[in-house]
C-alpha cells in the first residue's frame, strides 16, 4: 500500500475515533475520586489490569528501576569519584518533594531543565562525569527513584517569576493545532477525556505518574518520550527529548496537575 494511501487510512480511522463521540465506557470506574479541583490521574484512565500491576509491588517492573536507583545513588563515578550520596545523602530525605517542582528554571544558566537534565548538569558540575544518555536505563534509574521519594505528594511546579515565559510558550503550544491531523493536545486531553482512541482512553494528560512504565515499550518512559508517542498519533512531527519547546510544555502540563498526588512509578499500556 502506498505512503499516501496508508495515511489516509491511518487518518480515516483517528478521524472515526475521535468522532466517536458518546463515550461508550465505564471507566473512569466509579471508585474515581471527585475532587474539588477536577484533576483525575491518568491511572483511572487504564484498564483494570493495567491498574493491577501499578498496584502489586511485586508485578509492577517500574520498580525494578527505583530499586537500581538506590543503588546507582551511590556508585561513586567520574573523576571526581563522587556519588550522588557524597552531597544529597539519603535520597529519601533529600529528594522529598523535589522531583514535585520539576520543570524548574536552573538559576546557573536561567534556563527551564526537566529532572533528568538536573541530574546530568550535576554529573558534569558536579562529578567530572559523562552526562547519561537520554532515555537510557541508567537515567531512567534516577529520575524513578527521585520522582519516587515524592510519591504521595502533590504536584508542585512554579510558574511565576523566571519561569513565567516558558510557561506562556508552553501554554500556547498546549493549544497549538500541529502536524497532518491538525490536532492540539487539548483536543484529546481537554475535549476527549475518556473517549476511546483505538483501544484506550485519553486521560487528562497528567505527568503525576512519570517516568512511567510503557508496557508496549517494555521500558519506562520520560514525559518528552510520551509527547514525541503523542505526536506521532496525531501524525505531527517530533521533537528530541529534551527539545526547549517540550520542556516548555512539561511546566505547562505539569501545573494543569499542580495539586495531583506523585504515584511513580505508574504503569501504563
Ligand atoms: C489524538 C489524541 C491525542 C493527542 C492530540 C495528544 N494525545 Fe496525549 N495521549 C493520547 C492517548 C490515547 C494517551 C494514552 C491514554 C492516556 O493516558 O491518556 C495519551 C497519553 C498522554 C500522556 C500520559 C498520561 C498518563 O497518565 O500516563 C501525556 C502526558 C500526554 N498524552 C500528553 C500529550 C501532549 C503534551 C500532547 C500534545 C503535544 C498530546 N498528548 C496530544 C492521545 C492524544
Ligand atoms: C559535589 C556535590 C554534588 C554531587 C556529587 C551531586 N550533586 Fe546534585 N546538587 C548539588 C548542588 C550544589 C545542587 C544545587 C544546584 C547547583 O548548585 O547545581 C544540586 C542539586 C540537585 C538537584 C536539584 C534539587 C532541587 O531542589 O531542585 C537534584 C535532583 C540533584 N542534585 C540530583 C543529583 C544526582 C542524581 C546526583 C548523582 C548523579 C547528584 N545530584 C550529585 C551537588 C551535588
New binding site residues.
Given amino acids: 500500500m502506498g505512503v499516501m494511501r496508508r495515511f489516509l487510512r491511518h487518518a480515516a480511522m483517528?478521524l472515526a475515533a475521535?468522532a466517536a463521540a458518546t463515550p461508550a465506557f465505564a471507566d473512569p470506574p466509579p471508585e474515581t475520586p471527585v475532587r474539588d479541583d477536577g484533576l483525575i490521574?491518568?491511572?483511572w484512565?487504564?484498564s483494570p489490569e493495567t491498574r493491577a500491576i501499578q498496584d502489586d509491588e511485586f508485578s509492577n517492573p517500574g520498580l525494578l528501576y527505583v530499586d537500581r536507583g538506590a543503588l546507582r545513588w551511590r556508585e561513586p563515578d567520574g573523576a571526581a569519584e563522587k556519588s550522588c550520596a557524597s552531597c544529597h545523602d539519603d535520597g529519601v530525605e533529600t529528594m522529598a518533594g523535589v522531583g514535585a517542582t520539576y520543570p524548574k528554571v536552573d538559576e546557573a544558566s536561567g534556563a527551564l531543565i526537566n529532572l533528568g537534565e538536573r541530574v546530568n548538569m550535576c554529573r558534569v558540575r558536579h562529578m567530572d562525569a559523562k552526562p547519561l544518555e537520554t532515555e537510557s536505563e541508567p537515567l531512567l534509574d534516577l529520575t524513578a527513584y527521585i520522582m519516587h521519594q515524592s510519591q504521595g505528594m502533590p504536584m508542585a511546579v512554579t510558574i511565576d517569576g523566571p519561569a513565567a515565559p516558558f510557561f506562556e510558550h508552553g501554554q500556547a503550544?498546549?493549544n497549538q493545532r500541529?502536524g497532518q491531523?491538525d490536532?492540539?493536545?487539548t483536543?484529546?486531553?481537554d475535549q476527549?477525556v475518556g473517549h476511546y482512541?483505538?483501544a484506550?482512553?485519553?486521560?487528562?494528560?497528567?505527568?503525576?505518574?512519570?517516568p512511567?512504565y510503557m508496557m508496549r515499550w517494555g521500558t519506562m518512559a520520560s514525559?518528552h518520550r510520551?509527547?514525541q508517542?503523542?505526536?506521532e498519533?496525531?501524525r505531527?512531527e517530533p521533537l528530541p527529548i529534551n527539545h526547549p519547546d517540550y520542556n516548555a510544555?512539561e511546566l505547562y502540563?505539569a501545573w494543569r496537575g499542580n495539586g495531583l498526588e506523585i504515584e511513580t512509578p505508574?504503569v501504563?499500556?
Fill in positions: 483517528l475521535l490521574s491518568g491511572y484512565f487504564a503550544l498546549y500541529v491531523m490536532l492540539a493536545c483536543m484529546c486531553h476527549r482512541l483505538r484506550e482512553h485519553i486521560s487528562q494528560g497528567h505527568l503525576n505518574g512519570f512511567t514525559p510520551r509527547f508517542f503523542c505526536n498519533q496525531a505531527a510544555l502540563i505508574a501504563r499500556r
